[in-house]
């Protein structure tokens, strides 16, 4: 496979994110949010590209030493070929210079896929939130990593 690239999300990358994340999510993200995130003083966007092609992005927020996985998501087609990893990877890198203390996450209860990827980069359940998703509405895992 070519040399995918993680950089910041740009406002003209939206329209190929929102793509990824309609595949991806039964409650997606609007276009004002992304917007918000990329705007945001405390918060990390990045999308893996590959060519001239957008596969995968991340948001995360960080307010003095947490931060929060908030959406992450990679197309259907480049799934289990490691680029949520290398999206990961890139903003774990990124907070250990900041000198980010945790991360946090929450992922649907039926969501095991996710659950097992997160254990391996050394995420664990930390709690649930009753309720937390819509449509279907279901419960959230919390999961946290030190750094």
């Known amino acids: 496979m070519p040399e ?3 950089r910041e999300m740009q406002v003209s990358d939206i329209p190929d994110v929102l793509q990824i994340e309609h595949m991806s999510f039964t409650t997606p993200w609007s276009k004002d949010a ?3 995130e990329i705007h945001k003083l405390y918060s990390f966007t990045k999308v893996a590209v590959l060519g001239d ?3 995968g992005y991340i948001c995360i927020n960080h307010i003095m030493d947490e931060g929060h996985i908030l959406n992450l998501a990679v197309h259907p087609d480049f799934r289990r070929q490691g680029i949520a990893t290398k999206l990961v ?3 774990l890198n990124g907070f250990k210079e900041i000198d980010c203390r945790h991360l946090y996450l929450e992922v649907r209860v039926s969501n095991l896929e996710a659950k097992k990827f997160y254990e391996r980069l ?3 359940v930390m709690g649930t939130k009753k309720d937390y998703y819509t449509y279907p509405i279901e419960d959230a895992v919390i999961m946290m990593r030190g750094l």
Do not use: A
């Open 4 to 6: 995918i690239l993680i």
């Open 122 to 124: 050394g995420f664990r």
């Open 53 to 55: 092609n957008i596969i």
């Open 89 to 91: 990877e890139d903003v």
């Open 34 to 36: 992304f917007l918000n």
